[in-house]
């Protein structure tokens, strides 16, 4: 069995959609000839904890752990209040705060490549010993954090190996930067890409999620690119049986940032309530997961509160099961520019889930295509208000009709997480065919 070294911030008990990419990917992939080695961190700065995610972890697999300076805790012991710009959303939730915390953000947006990279000082020299202990045939990173790359690039290039790099999301290129809100500096912002371009053009080949970001790095790079989707666990919904609510239950989980604003889907909501009877006593939403002070204002000023329910991040498990016991699940990609190429974990949980999907974002993106491709829902316009009123009550009177709003399995096997370890490892044979 041939031995790929992953470099990952992100490990159990990590929680949460960053890391489950590379966590699913280290679980199937010895049923297609590779056996992970794991470098990550010591004591890491999570967005979320989910100890049950441990359980995945294969007792003979060796995890290493290295220890670095990190600006999160001192931060934090600054302000406790400053962790909230280290999480998914804090980035771009200016609803004030202290002077440390305005700096916590400043500081996520001109760290370079990412406020990780203090780990890379404890972990350079170690992964290389590792490497050359385990004689690793090749090193896989994925990002954010960009930091893993920077790591991965230093071991590749230490010891000759192939290397593969993983985006799940943009580089410099992220929508948290581009934003016309953004607090990068200009300077900060060139010297950023240029690391990028320098870090990127020692990979062997590229992989990542969408077709768009395909595109994005095609125009920065000859290297080989591979579209491999996110997925979900079909195992995990295996085991979990519905247990339908007498309400009418949409659900939203994870975290969400301002550019993901459920506005449009609250006015749809709002105007039902005023017309219908039976939508007002019998729909609900249930939101589960961290969420910042503008979700809660919005909820006040629509009026929604005693239609609202708040349930706090849970162990995946419990927000699997919510999914499924839900009737409708809402998905928003941010609105920001060139955002046609988001394909969030979220999406393809809500699709394991096999309950119907509303959607608001670019109807024309790689999520409505696979929305389309699925039949697992319908993507919206950010301001088509009245076409998201029609379905959101569409599904309403089937759910009142008692008719099976389950999506088929055949439309969504595809995205398992065990089809897309396989996609990976014919990569990574690819890679090592050209090398050796």
Do not use: C
């Not at 990952?8 to 000839?33: C, D, I, N, S």
């Not at 700096?103 to 406020?115: A, C, E, G, L, Q």
């Amino acid at each position: 069995m041939k031995k790929v070294l992953f470099i990952t911030y992100y490990w159990p008990p990590a929680g949460g959609a960053p890391m489950m990419r590379v966590l699913k990917l280290y679980q199937y992939l010895p049923e297609f000839g590779y056996e992970p080695i794991i470098v990550t961190t010591e004591g890491g700065d999570y967005p979320f904890v989910d100890e049950s995610l441990q359980e995945v972890v294969r007792p003979d697999t060796p995890v290493y752990r290295t220890s670095g300076f990190s600006l999160h805790k001192i931060l934090k012991k600054l302000s406790p209040k400053a962790k909230k710009n280290f999480i998914p959303y804090g980035f771009t939730d200016d609803s004030g705060g202290s002077w440390i915390d305005r700096f916590s953000r400043w500081v996520k947006y001109n760290m370079i490549p990412d406020t990780r990279y203090p780990w890379r000082f404890g972990t350079v020299r170690k992964a290389i010993r590792i490497a050359k202990k385990h004689k690793v045939d090749l090193i896989f990173s994925s990002s954010p954090p960009q930091t893993n790359h920077i790591i991965a690039r230093k071991v590749a290039r230490k010891l000759k190996l192939p290397w593969i790099g993983d985006f799940r999301d943009p580089w410099t290129d992220v929508f948290w930067i581009t934003s016309p809100q953004s607090l990068r500096l200009p300077l900060i912002q060139k010297l950023d890409r240029w690391l990028e371009k320098r870090t990127i053009a020692d990979m062997h080949a590229i992989t990542t999620v969408s077709p768009s970001l395909v595109e994005l790095f095609s125009k920065k790079t000859d290297l080989p690119i591979y579209q491999i989707p996110n997925g979900f666990d079909h195992v995990y919904f295996e085991h979990l049986q519905r247990v339908p609510s007498p309400y009418f239950t949409v659900f939203y989980g994870g975290s969400m940032s301002k550019e993901q604003s459920p506005e449009p889907f609250f006015k749809a909501f709002k105007s039902l309530l005023e017309v219908n009877d039976s939508f007002s006593s019998k729909a609900r939403m249930h939101f589960m997961g961290n969420f910042p002070p503008f979700l809660h204002q919005l909820v006040k000023a629509y009026e929604l509160e005693d239609w609202v329910k708040w349930s706090p991040y849970a162990p995946m498990q419990e927000s699997l099961q919510a999914m499924v016991n839900s009737d409708l699940l809402l998905l928003i990609v941010p609105k920001t520019p060139d955002n046609a190429g988001i394909l969030t974990s979220k999406l393809f949980d809500y699709i394991g889930a096999r309950r119907p999907i509303l959607a608001i974002g670019p109807v024309e993106g790689d999520a409505a295509k696979v929305l389309q491709e699925t039949r697992a829902g319908e993507m919206f316009d950010y301001e088509d208000t009245a076409a998201i009123t029609d379905y959101l009550f569409n599904v309403f009177g089937k759910w009142q009709q008692k008719i099976d709003l389950t999506i088929p399995w055949q439309n969504v096997e595809r995205y398992t997480r065990r089809n897309i370890a396989f996609q990976f490892a014919r990569v990574f044979d690819s890679v090592l065919s050209l090398v050796t």
